[in-house]
């Protein structure tokens, strides 16, 4: 890697609904990712952002649980833990 950089412990993302897209472009860090802190959206507030069905699912099929989240109506932040 670039920046000799070959794991991360905790990952906190906050990209006012692009964290999927940051996710997606970053497959060979995430499998190394133990801890994710994320925002998460029910409602879309910007043109094209991942809503949390979308985003839950690819974290859970990239090996992670949803450990707790809690929120208002529209967003929430949300804790996955690698399995």
């Known amino acids: 890697m670039e920046n000799h950089i070959t794991h991360i412990d905790y990952m906190w993302l906050d990209m006012e609904g692009a964290e999927l ?10 499998s190394t990712v133990k801890v994710i802190s994320t925002e998460v959206n029910f ?18 099929n990239s090996g992670f649980i949803l450990h ?4 208002t109506y529209g967003q929430a932040t949300a804790i996955y833990i690698r399995k």
């Not at 897209?21 to 995430?30: C, D, P, V």
């Not at 910007?46 to 949390?52: D, N, S, T, W, Y």
């Not at 707790?68 to 929120?71: A, E, M, R, Y």
């Open 21 to 30: 897209i940051a996710l997606k472009s970053s497959s060979r860090i995430l």
């Open 68 to 71: 707790k989240i809690w929120g």
């Open 43 to 60: 409602k879309e507030y910007r043109k094209g952002m991942a809503l949390f069905e979308e985003f839950n699912s690819f974290l859970l």
